[in-house]
């Protein structure tokens, strides 16, 4: 049995029950009662205790201290991404103690963190539409109207878990190239990392300032061209022009595209993709 609170629900308990039942059903119970509280295999959010051995993930009480490197506290959702999400990921097919890190702080870094962060009162006054805002506006007019709330929590948690999921796919995806990625980058000739197939690279390329460009294939469109960072982007000149324009400028006969923001461009050729990554 998983215990969670009754009442008004909140992304982080329900994004970590949606990573509980990725490893298999359980029976969900929301209650406050404590003797209720006390029978559970699992309890989050609730409770006033955090002890990951006995399965308790609640972060309310004063004694709870616990924070990222970066100060952001955690709050239920980090908690059990931290101690369930090797498991989850593994089941998901991810091997490799490496990968399987990367993986497990690229999803906390990316949605995780920013739903512990509001959980524990941060940017209470940021009028973006965040993951938690959305969770939140799925709690029903009433919370005192069991059934409609208990009818508005399953539909969270289906939709929460279609969230999660999106994600941790495209951390495994991530992570299934790091490696490659990292022996790609040991080769980084004047700021250019080349790379010979279309590899997930963005993210990677924010934690390596020194790759100021990529270079890499696209298919039947030729090879793109593209740029780490605003101070990187490509030169004024190129900027927002095609075809003929483009070739004018660059003295390239097959340049196809330079992006108005010169965040990245598009050549026929790797030589010609090679010659406009090096323009400046």
């Keep these: 049995m998983l215990v969670t609170h009754s009442g008004r629900f909140h992304a982080d308990e329900v994004f970590a029950i949606a990573m509980i039942l990725m490893l298999g059903e359980k ?42 490197e970066d100060g952001t506290p955690y709050a239920t959702a980090g908690l059990v991404w931290e101690h369930y999400g090797k498991e989850i990921l593994a089941k998901k097919g991810l091997e490799g103690d490496y990968e399987q890190q990367f993986a497990l702080e690229w999803v906390d870094q990316k949605i995780i963190k920013d739903i512990d962060a509001v959980d524990n009162g941060r940017f209470v006054d940021d009028p973006r539409p965040s993951v938690s805002m959305l969770i939140g506006m799925m709690n029903a007019s009433s919370a005192d109207d069991i059934e409609q709330q208990e009818a508005a929590f399953n539909q969270a948690i289906e939709f929460t878990s279609v969230i999660l999921n999106n994600f941790i796919k495209a951390a495994i995806k991530e992570a299934e190239v ?21 590899l997930p690279f963005k993210d990677f390329i924010r934690s390596h300032p020194e790759i100021t460009r990529v270079v890499y294939p696209k298919g039947s469109e ?29 003295g390239l006969d097959d340049a196809v595209f330079c992006h108005k923001s010169g965040f990245m461009s598009v050549c026929r050729s790797f030589e010609s993709a090679m010659v406009m990554a090096k323009s400046h």
């Design 27 to 68: 029976e969900i119970v929301r209650s406050r009662d404590q003797e209720v509280i006390d029978q559970a295999e699992i309890v989050l959010d609730v409770g006033a205790e955090y002890d990951p051995e006995t399965l308790r993930f609640d972060h309310h009480q004063n004694s709870f201290t616990r924070a990222r």
């Design 178 to 198: 790091v490696v490659q990625l990292e022996a790609c980058a040991k080769n980084v000739d004047e700021g250019i990392l080349v790379l010979e197939e279309n």
């Design 222 to 250: 030729g090879y793109g061209v593209y740029c780490n960072g605003n101070e990187n982007h490509l030169p004024e000149r190129f900027r927002g022009l095609r075809e003929d324009e483009l070739k004018a400028v660059t």
